[in-house]
């Protein structure tokens, strides 16, 4: 039996599949389908482990960051607020929807490769913590728009140290290329962090790198460590920068389907752990004094709290090629097959102690035909009307959503100790023609 069995997912006594005490069958009656169902004990959870992990290990002598653009909406910056973590945000948008559900601004630091003047300027007047400096133009930019305002504002730059993780794997790569982040290993890095700090109104306060996303390898995260490490003792003997702050990143990787490892939240502490010491131990060799550490989980604190629930419609059976089980879901709700040909776990959620009998191609109903949830995934024998639930959907779904096809984006639900309430209300078609004009000429 292909289930994924653990604190959030269960089979009732019914053959249902439930997720955080709530029937997966009777949450697609009420709120219909598709509709995106988070647990927000999973996530709590999640959230505590790495903070405790900190505490415990690194003396509290940091913070976690909630990556918000794996699931960026008012209750999670609400639920990242009580547990007392700060959030990195990568656009005005995600900015504005963090201080609209009252989160404070000194815990947030702002992201983004090609930051607009607009986003600068609004980071900046909210006040957050930090800006972390991806490019020379953004640097002159920001020195420019703090002159103006007489303030001075705290900055981290992005680097890259060389170190490329991928989700079973990393390589070293000498001559990055990368659309983010100053190079290490030619120099780059040390020639911005020394504009930066000939610039008076930006307080380098230390640097950041982020390696990648959906990372097993805990020694891709030490060798970034050491490697972050190395740069920075090396900055300390040429101009004498003590570097404050470090920002690990995020990247830790979560079970979408078989090939994945299946970590419960309390072991990404391991995960944690491992980073710390490579931290601490980078720091008794070099003689530095210990940074404050930021990471900043995003996937691996919301992906596996989350599972879409579709209504199976048309099947269609391609003799002797491939069977398709259409749901009324598609790309437009959850693009990261089409994206990047990612694997899901799938189980029908009225009949979830029936075997996964075949495989089957779970297609979505936009007008392509890559518009797939996944191929050849197993299932038990599916019908129409059937619920069909895609486990490991809270990040990078919602997120990435559109509205290709004119298609409704689908709300999403909380639920907790089994009760279910509305985070993200449905959209209705009037919201599709909200912004557009049809010109007189054009109506006649
Ligand atoms: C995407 C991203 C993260 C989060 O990565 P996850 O794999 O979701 O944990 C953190 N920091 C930065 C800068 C990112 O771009």
Not at 123 to 140: F, T
Not at 156 to 179: C, M, W, Y
Request: hydrophobic share 40%.
């Amino acid at each position: 039996m292909n289930i994924h069995t653990r604190e959030t997912l269960k089979i009732n006594e019914k053959g249902h599949l439930e997720i955080g005490g709530a029937d997966c069958v009777e949450l697609a009656a009420r709120f219909s389908t598709p509709l995106y169902v988070f647990d927000e004990a999973y996530i709590r959870a999640m959230m505590r482990v790495y903070r405790e992990t900190i505490a415990r290990e690194y003396g509290g002598n940091g913070c976690v960051l909630y990556a918000s653009k794996a699931f960026s909406c008012m209750a999670m910056y609400g639920i990242a607020r009580q547990e007392g973590l700060g959030v990195d945000v990568v656009s005005g948008g995600e900015l504005y929807t963090a201080r609209k559900a009252g989160f404070p601004a000194e815990k947030i630091y702002m992201h983004g490769n090609n930051k607009l003047q607009a986003e600068l300027e609004e980071a900046l007047d909210a006040g957050v913590a930090c800006v972390v400096v991806d490019s020379a133009l953004e640097a002159d930019r920001l020195e420019a728009l703090c002159a103006a305002r007489g303030k001075v504002q705290r900055v981290l730059i992005r680097i890259n140290p060389g170190v490329e993780a991928h989700t079973h794997h990393f390589v070293q790569t000498a001559t990055p290329d990368s659309k983010f982040g100053f190079s290490v290993a030619n120099g780059d890095a040390a020639r911005i962090s020394s504009h930066v700090l000939s610039l008076p109104h930006l307080e380098l306060r230390g640097f950041h790198c982020h390696i990648g996303s959906q990372i097993f390898e805990k020694d891709s995260f030490v060798l970034a460590a050491e490697k972050c490490l190395a740069f920075i003792a090396d900055l300390k003997a040429s101009c004498g920068f003590v570097c404050e702050e470090l920002n690990m990143g995020g990247g830790f990787g979560v079970w979408y389907a078989e090939e994945d490892r299946m970590i419960p939240p309390a072991g990404y502490a391991e995960y944690l752990s491992a980073l710390i010491g490579a931290v601490k131990a980078g720091c008794a060799k070099y003689g530095l004094k210990q940074p404050y550490l930021l990471i900043e989980p995003g996937r691996s604190i919301v992906a596996e709290a989350g599972v879409t629930l579709y209504t199976v419609g048309a099947i269609r059976e391609i003799p002797g090629l491939r069977k398709y089980v259409a749901v009324d879901g598609g790309m437009f709700e959850n693009p990261r097959y089409c994206l990047y040909g990612s694997r899901y776990t799938a189980i029908l959620a009225n009949k979830a102690n029936e075997p996964a009998a075949e495989r089957v191609s779970i297609a979505g109903k936009c007008c392509e035909s890559g518009d797939l949830i996944g191929a050849d995934m197993p299932l038990a024998h599916a019908e129409t009307g059937d619920i069909l639930a895609v486990l490991t959907t809270g990040a990078y779904n919602y997120s990435m959503a559109s509205n290709y096809n004119r298609n409704l984006i689908p709300p999403a639900v909380l639920v907790r100790e089994g009760e279910a309430e509305y985070i993200i209300r449905p959209q209705t078609y009037e919201d599709l023609t909200r912004n557009d004009i049809l010109p007189a000429r054009l109506a006649k």
